[in-house]
């Protein structure tokens, strides 16, 4: 899951795998490419222990998850975590694409009278263009938020942060495969 050391802040990756314990961990970030090709790229890791959290930030604009198997070599009863979008944050409303395309649709995210409201747009229409391109059958979960009402956050939850999340989150698909092992990654 995302996990900001402060509001506005870019996610480190945070896991707890206490309920499937694993002895190692990686971080992997989702990498579609332009001929319709896609997986799972190792970035970080092995971390050992069933919890941790990353020292580095995330790449904005990317999926990540976390995979736990039982050896170092990454290859024996290895699972899967849920998923997390890595917010894009532009710093003006300037660096926002007029234009995105994805394999369905464009979308301009520049409709919105605000900066927030554009970097949610931006952000679902980012998140649309990696899937629509693939086959989300294979994909896991997406995280589940610690709300799910804007209107009553839970204390030490920004309101900007969480309403790109909630917008992001609702924008990922839900037809996905439940968390299972994983032999691949």
């Not at 952000?123 to 709300?147: C, H, Q, W």
């Amino acid at each position: 899951m995302c996990k900001r050391p402060a509001a506005g802040e870019a996610c480190l990756t945070a896991w707890d795998f206490t309920a499937t314990p694993r002895a190692f961990h990686w971080v992997q970030r989702f990498v579609p490419n332009e001929i319709g090709n896609y997986g799972w790229q190792p970035i970080a890791g092995p971390f050992a222990g069933v919890t941790g959290v990353t020292d580095e930030s995330m790449e904005e604009g990317f999926l990540y998850r976390v995979v736990g198997c039982k050896d170092k070599t990454g290859s024996t009863d290895c699972v899967g975590s849920t998923v997390y979008w890595a917010p894009l944050r532009p710093k003006s409303i300037d660096e926002i694409p007029e234009r995105i395309d994805t394999p369905h649709a464009y979308y301009k995210p520049r409709l919105g009278p605000g900066w927030l409201e554009q970097v949610i747009a931006y952000n679902r229409a980012m998140l649309k263009k990696v899937v629509y391109s693939i086959d989300m059958s294979s994909m896991p979960p997406m995280t589940a938020l610690p709300f799910d009402d804007l209107r009553y956050l839970p204390d030490g939850i920004d309101l900007e942060d969480a309403s790109i999340d909630f917008n992001v989150n609702s924008a990922y698909p839900k037809q996905v495969k439940p968390i299972r092992r994983i032999h691949d990654h």
